[in-house]
């Protein structure tokens, strides 16, 4: 009975098969789509519907987790063969809704703008909603707008290729992430920019990708005036050459200022604790007298010539370690005050700032590290 079954069908599609195609090329100028692959493109698009009603019930219900999983799921099964622009753009939005409900701000922002990019398809509800997703994840990741010329040059993030080619590309990272970025294209030499990201920030970039022939010239050029100062230079060189050449006191002010800086901070540090000891005495005093002087015997006259080991000699020692240490303090925040007033006093009228000076050649050396390599760049003016 199985085999009886299963096999009508089969004679069924077989048989319907040539007249469907020929009813279909006689309309078309393509030719149809078989029985046979119609049937699994609508099991997709089936799928794909249930995913988003299992998403739609878990987020009405609040379980945001259960939610993001069918979203992912319908998000990752949606293709334009068997969905529209419309239910793609819904989806994606869906789906950052749900990882800015996880703080997955970073892919958040990633999926809500894809959707975006289709909102003439999107109602105005669901256009609002998920721009208010994207304001908000946003907020919490760095945006990165690059810009690449030629637009079909391939380009890499940490090692890892944009699955797509453009003119202008619209990329979000987690903050306080060293990220590099290269681009290369047939013909064309290699570019690369790096960059630490910050939160809520939006950096920009350019990479152009200039001609080998182009870049080879320069490059001739460049070698060609570094070899060409091998004969010694004329005479009427030499005077500038001597203006030019670093003199051994060039270092003083910048030494002095530090040691200013230095003076400064020790004078006011150990004022200010003289003065706060002087404060502590000054308390254990007032203290002292009153115990002194709530005594029945005691009297304003009692303490003129008393010796030392009486009560009135501690109140006169206490006196002068307040005095002592008042004294001290105050001296040394004024002396520190003035030599902080003069350091300062430094920086303005010192202009050597503001004459020009030449960037010297260097190499830097930074480290990279993504997900599957570690390593170092190394860039520089040779």
């Known amino acids: 009975m199985l085999g009886v079954a299963t ?42 519907k249930d995913h988003v009603r299992r998403g739609q019930r878990a987020r009405n219900a609040g379980r945001w987790t259960e939610a993001y999983a069918a979203y992912k799921a319908a998000f990752e099964a949606a293709v334009p ?26 892919d958040a922002a990633e999926h809500l703008a894809k959707s975006l990019e289709q909102r003439e398809a999107l109602p105005d509800a669901l256009e609002r909603r998920f721009e208010a997703g994207h304001r908000e994840a946003v907020k919490r990741v760095a945006t990165l707008v690059l810009s690449v010329d030629p637009p079909d040059a391939e380009v890499l993030i ?20 060293h990220v ?80 200013g800086i230095a003076v400064t901070t020790a004078g006011v540090a150990v004022g200010t604790i003289l003065m706060v000891r002087a404060g502590k005495l000054d308390d254990d005093l007032s203290a002292r007298r ?51 007033a003069v350091t300062a006093a430094s920086f303005f009228t010192d202009f050597s700032f503001l004459r020009f000076k030449p960037a010297q050649d260097r190499v830097e050396v930074s480290p990279v590290a993504n997900g599957s390599e570690i390593g170092a760049r190394i860039e520089g003016v040779w």
């Open 7 to 48: 096999g009508f069908p089969t004679s069924a599609s077989a048989n319907d098969g040539p007249s469907r195609a020929q009813q279909a090329s006689r309309s078309l100028p393509a030719p149809p789509i078989s029985a046979p692959q119609a049937r699994p493109r609508a099991r997709e698009n089936s799928s794909v």
């Open 81 to 106: 063969t068997t969905s529209t622009e419309r239910e793609r753009a819904e989806i994606a939005g869906e789906l950052g809704l749900c990882e800015v409900a996880l703080h997955k701000y970073r």
């Open 158 to 177: 940490g090692g890892e290729r944009v699955g797509r080619t453009a003119r202008t590309y619209t990329l979000f990272f987690e903050p306080g992430q």
């Open 180 to 259: 590099m970025v290269r681009a290369h294209a047939p013909g064309r030499t290699e570019a690369f920019q790096s960059f630490r990201s910050v939160v809520g920030a939006e950096h920009e970039m350019t990479l152009e990708l200039l001609p080998l022939a182009v870049a080879s010239s320069a490059n001739e050029a460049s070698s060609a005036k570094d070899t060409a100062p091998a004969t010694p230079p004329p005479l009427r060189t030499l005077p500038a050459a001597r203006a030019q050449a670093t003199s051994p006191w060039a270092s003083w002010p910048g030494t002095l200022r530090i040691t």
């Open 290 to 340: 009153a115990r002194l002087q709530s005594e029945p015997s005691s009297s304003a006259s009692m303490c003129w010539q008393a010796p030392r080991s009486s009560p009135c000699g501690e109140l006169a020692r206490l006196l002068d370690a307040r005095n002592m240490h008042g004294r001290a303090g105050l001296a040394a925040v004024i002396t520190g005050g003035v030599v902080g």
